[in-house]
């Protein structure tokens, strides 16, 4: 099975600041990796799939990049309504694993 | 509009034998994968497994293969996971999601497009 790490598990910034977390799978995944947002007690949302794409009306400050083993989320800049714990998931012919999750707070 | 209805939460000891439900609507079920995915209190996603609605065809995770069974229902458009036997640690919520996507040229898009709105189940004596 292919794992997906991702780091850092939570992280603190300010409203404005710019926020990168990173996955990385256990193997070459290709650019077969999606990001999703989940805000408290909701089901998650997908916000990019294929490594890099926006999901259609997914506001323009998330964007993600990279293939192979290495990709990053960035959120070009934080807003309140932001909060939320984000996930990336690779999927593997029928497979579709998540990575732990960042927990993204306000400071 | 496409919509995930899943059944409302249960509250059940350790032993007994559950089945929870995923209603489609608003698209064509059979034609597309439904996913469940649970959620420990706290804790993040893990995929369990997938269905095709238009034939059945069942993958798992092998960390769930044995422990839960996914089946479909095409005729009412619903989906379900069910335990023979529960134990307190099946206590979580649990998504389904439909697998959305598209291919082009041979290389396809995978991604869970339409999430249900989630299943708490409880197991305690």
């Known amino acids: 099975d292919i794992q997906m790490t991702q780091s850092p598990s939570s992280l603190s910034a300010s409203v404005g600041d710019r926020v990168t977390i990173t996955c990385q799978a256990s193997?070459?995944?290709?650019?077969?990796l999606n990001w999703y947002q989940q805000k408290p007690g909701k089901a998650p949302k997908l916000l990019i799939y294929?490594?890099?794409n926006l999901e259609t009306g997914v506001p323009s400050r998330f964007s993600g990049s990279g293939s192979g083993t290495d990709f990053t989320f960035t959120i070009s800049s934080l807003q309140p309504e932001d909060i939320a714990t984000y996930y990336c998931q690779q999927y593997d012919n029928l497979a579709l694993t998540f990575g732990g999750g960042t927990k993204v707070e306000i400071k | 509009e496409v919509q995930l209805v899943q059944s409302g939460a249960e509250v059940k000891k350790p032993g007994e034998s559950l089945k929870i439900s995923c209603k489609g609507s608003g698209y064509s079920f059979t034609s597309y994968w439904i996913g469940w995915v649970r959620q420990m209190p706290g804790k993040g996603l893990e995929w369990m497994g997938i269905i095709y609605p238009g034939d059945s065809d069942t993958r798992y995770s092998p960390s769930f293969q044995g422990q839960v069974t996914i089946s479909a229902d095409k005729s009412i458009s619903t989906a379900y996971l069910q335990w023979s036997s529960l134990k307190a640690s099946d206590t979580a919520m649990y998504y389904c999601?439909?697998?959305?996507?598209?291919?082009?040229?041979?290389?396809?898009?995978?991604?869970?497009?339409?999430w249900g709105q989630g299943t708490l189940v409880t197991v305690s004596s």
């Open positions: 193997q070459d995944i290709s650019n077969y």
């Open positions: 999601a439909r697998r959305g996507g598209y291919c082009t040229n041979g290389v396809c898009s995978v991604y869970f497009d339409y």
């Open positions: 294929d490594a890099s």
